[in-house]
């Protein structure tokens, strides 16, 4: 969407002396291209590539059933597996006439085009066809192309096997299969972008491997081995590419951050490849903040969303990937969205969400692809079907900047994001407490076991981060005492909440307001009635600011480690748990109300 000048545009062509690898404009597009896209840096690759969207649920539905199986020679059957219609060219221009111009193809080359399971990494012929073929109707219709390996079934936890043959074919077959599609692809020019993983690069390296080579995964990775291995895997990519001649020597290539998530691959133990090529990598993350509005699965049950917090965080959590883009890196989101529930049904203010993601994206150097499975853009009808999220689209594609240079892009794209930042309300939530600014709330941070119902969850207390129909009773703490803090669910479309996968009480600036002090439970009841803990709560904070004590924390599961940072208000640190509660008791199905009381002292 960041349109480089034509001045630079021509001088880069005219220094190039229009290489070997000269490319020509592609078909069906008034973009003014330079002739030999491999003579850009990828930070100016990625301005040409401007909006992008996802065909996703298409080339990697697959049938979870039978993962590293292929099950049938037929790439249409996996194609439409999901839901999604058969790809057309007629689809492609209709994509690029709704503002985008790029596409992002998510490939299950080992579910569906391999059997893995048996040992064989060959990719079908048939089914690298037809990716070529969607590949060829996009770069037709003006599209750049970014092809990846995308989720596939799960097959990258054999990378943390504990079966050193099962670790060896994983690296084995991920050179293997990308060797493959590089061979098949080296005359494709500088439009087609290969991106080396999606977010199974991290966490995902060492889950259980059984359905593709018989063997269990145990033993789990350290967070620093993961890191490690995602570079190993990343370096691996780069130097397969390479070695493959053509195109590839040259091509710009995306590389997938740790988990994709901004955060984990801001850390400095996420490292970028090294290259043959100069300025050609790019690297890939995703961004779907706040997850309780962005990926509810309904507009009924998303968290609110607008308010001047919202914008704020928007801007800081994407303003970390400068982090990249000083260092000579494009970067491309590969994924976002306010997604539409599963019953179609667009969130409220999603098309201010949009724009203020896009405006922001244009104020920091960044493109993006829009995740879609015909939520936004109606393949079936061949337009984005909500106007005035079709309005977001409409007039920001790349060819609407020609002849504006990059600085005037940034700093319209950040006049735009201030000015709606500014008009945004102060708090959307009528549930909440108005206090001064670094005062003390508590609260109890809720996420359900479905993630259908969500409450403020973080170190930050953000009560418009609700879902519809939750009442929150917070407290507003002023000393030591007694206090009591409640979620009722009745009001939700379900009139409950299904479990919980983590649920905490949080109690804002404790640690500056209330340095030493500890929580103690007293009293949790579900349903009205009191419920046994499963072991002592204690007390901690994992940044300083906000004191919080685990109700029930799945992530933690070292307790030796944990209680060098513990405090308890009476006793020793015998018996305590991250776990209080037990997601799979009877009285936590249906969660219609959850109330707890507890002291707030320091220790004496």
């Given at each position: 969407m960041k349109k480089i000048t034509c001045i630079l545009a021509a001088a880069v062509m005219l220094l190039c002396g229009m290489t070997a690898l000269a490319e020509t404009a592609p078909a069906g597009t008034d973009n003014q291209l330079p002739a030999d896209l491999t003579a850009l840096t990828a930070v100016e690759m990625t301005r040409l590539m401007g909006n992008g969207i996802n065909l996703g649920n298409t080339m990697e539905a697959c049938d979870n059933s039978n993962r590293g199986g292929n099950t049938t020679d037929d790439p249409g059957h996996y194609e439409t597996l999901w839901g999604q219609p058969v790809t057309s060219g007629e689809m492609l221009r209709a994509m690029k006439a709704a503002g985008f111009d790029t596409i992002r193809i998510p490939v299950a080359w080992m579910t569906n085009a391999t059997h893995l399971n048996k040992g064989d990494y060959t990719i079908s012929a048939k089914y690298i066809s037809r990716v070529e073929e969607i590949v060829n109707y996009a770069l037709d219709a003006g599209l750049f192309v970014i092809v990846n390996d995308h989720w596939d079934g799960g097959w990258w936890g054999m990378f943390g096997s504990d079966t050193e043959s099962t670790r060896s074919l994983a690296m084995e077959a991920y050179t293997g299969m990308w060797k493959q599609i590089a061979e098949h692809f080296a005359d494709y020019d500088a439009r087609l972008i290969f991106e080396s993983a999606n977010e199974e690069l991290g966490d995902s390296l060492d889950q259980n491997s059984a359905l593709y080579c018989q063997d269990s995964t145990t033993h789990k990775l350290t967070a620093n081995e993961r890191y490690e291995l995602a570079n190993l895997i990343n370096q691996s990519f780069v130097d397969t590419v390479r070695a493959?001649?053509?195109?590839?020597?040259?091509?710009?290539?995306?590389?997938?951050?740790?988990?994709?998530?901004?955060?984990?691959?801001?850390?400095?133990?996420?490292?970028?490849?090294?290259?043959?090529?100069?300025?050609?990598?790019?690297?890939?993350?995703?961004?779907?903040?706040?997850?309780?509005?962005?990926?509810?699965?309904?507009?009924?049950?998303?968290?609110?969303?607008?308010?001047?917090?919202?914008?704020?965080?928007?801007?800081?959590?994407?303003?970390?990937?400068?982090?990249?883009?000083?260092?000579?890196?494009?970067?491309?989101?590969?994924?976002?969205?306010?997604?539409?529930?599963?019953?179609?049904?667009?969130?409220?203010?999603?098309?201010?969400?949009?724009?203020?993601?896009?405006?922001?994206?244009?104020?920091?150097?960044?493109?993006?692809?829009?995740?879609?499975?015909?939520?936004?853009?109606?393949?079936?009808?061949?337009?984005?079907?909500?106007?005035?999220?079709?309005?977001?689209?409409?007039?920001?594609?790349?060819?609407?900047?020609?002849?504006?240079?990059?600085?005037?892009?940034?700093?319209?794209?950040?006049?735009?994001?201030?000015?709606?930042?500014?008009a945004a309300p102060e708090t959307l939530s009528e549930y909440a407490l108005q206090v001064a600014e670094g005062d003390s709330v508590a609260w109890i941070m809720f996420s359900g076991g479905d993630w259908g119902a969500s409450y403020s969850v973080g170190d930050v207390y953000t009560p418009d981060s609700i879902t519809a129909g939750i009442v929150p009773t917070d407290a507003e703490i002023k000393g030591p005492g007694t206090y009591t803090v409640a979620l009722d669910f009745t009001g939700m479309e379900a009139g409950f909440a299904n479990s919980t996968a983590f649920c905490a009480i949080g109690i804002s600036n404790g640690e500056i307001n209330f340095p030493g002090y500890c929580i103690m439970i007293t009293s949790l009841k579900v349903n009205g009635e009191n419920v046994k803990l499963n072991g002592r709560n204690y007390t901690c904070s994992d940044n300083g600011i906000c004191t919080r004590t685990n109700l029930y924390n799945q992530w933690v599961t070292d307790m030796v480690s944990e209680r060098e940072r513990a405090r308890v208000l009476v006793g020793d640190f015998t018996g305590i748990s991250s776990m209080l509660l037990d997601p799979e008791a009877p009285e936590m199905q249906k969660i219609r109300t959850l109330e707890v009381t507890f002291r707030y002292d320091l220790r004496k």
């Open positions: 493959c001649g053509g195109h590839n020597t040259e091509r710009f290539l995306l590389i997938a951050g740790y988990n994709t998530n901004i955060d984990y691959t801001f850390d400095n133990r996420f490292k970028m490849p090294k290259d043959t090529a100069e300025n050609k990598l790019m690297v890939s993350v995703h961004y779907y903040d706040p997850w309780s509005y962005c990926g509810a699965s309904s507009a009924k049950g998303a968290s609110l969303w607008g308010n001047q917090k919202d914008f704020a965080g928007m801007y800081a959590t994407l303003s970390k990937l400068k982090k990249f883009t000083a260092a000579g890196y494009g970067v491309v989101i590969g994924e976002y969205g306010a997604l539409p529930g599963s019953d179609g049904v667009m969130k409220k203010n999603a098309p201010a969400y949009h724009k203020a993601f896009l405006d922001c994206c244009d104020a920091l150097d960044l493109t993006s692809c829009l995740w879609d499975c015909s939520g936004f853009f109606i393949r079936r009808e061949l337009k984005i079907a909500e106007e005035e999220m079709a309005a977001v689209y409409s007039g920001r594609n790349a060819a609407s900047e020609t002849g504006k240079d990059y600085a005037e892009i940034a700093a319209a794209g950040k006049a735009a994001f201030d000015a709606a930042a500014e």
